[in-house]
């Protein structure tokens, strides 16, 4: 399974971008996708779940609100869009797949097996 995480950028505090990945390979052992994110100097962090159907989205509370997680069946893709982003949300951003199931969202880093490279998100204050 390989997954490609693309879209960060620069942006104002206030603005807004859309992060994509594209998951490959052998998909069918993925039950769930995921969006981690890792600021300078600090540990990894989940920001937001949503199962392999696209249902049942789950966001960490400093996202929540604000962030929007999104499934597209068709070409195997996953979005994270971002609004009103903050200083605070400067960090690289990573996409992950994990092939567990039975539990509603996984949000701790070693229950996912996939990992993409990350996308560097910068907010300007």
């Known amino acids: 399974v390989q997954l490609q995480a693309s879209g960060g950028g620069l942006v104002q505090t206030g603005g807004s971008l859309r992060l994509s990945c594209v998951v490959s390979?052998?998909?069918?052992?993925?039950?769930?996708l995921g969006w981690f994110r890792q600021a300078p100097g600090k540990e990894r962090e989940f920001v937001a779940y949503?199962?392999?159907?696209?249902?049942?989205?789950y966001y960490a509370d400093s996202v929540k609100g604000r962030f929007t997680i999104s499934r597209d069946g068709t070409n195997n893709s996953m979005y994270l869009r971002m609004n009103s982003l903050k200083f605070e949300d400067t960090a690289t951003y990573y996409c992950?797949?994990?092939?567990?199931?039975?539990?509603?969202?996984?949000?701790?880093?070693?229950?996912?097996?996939?990992w993409g490279q990350g996308t560097l998100v910068t907010v300007s204050s």
């Open positions: 949503i199962n392999w159907s696209g249902r049942r989205p």
């Open positions: 390979g052998s998909i069918f052992n993925i039950n769930g």
């Open positions: 992950a797949g994990t092939s567990l199931t039975g539990t509603y969202y996984y949000t701790r880093s070693q229950d996912y097996d996939y």
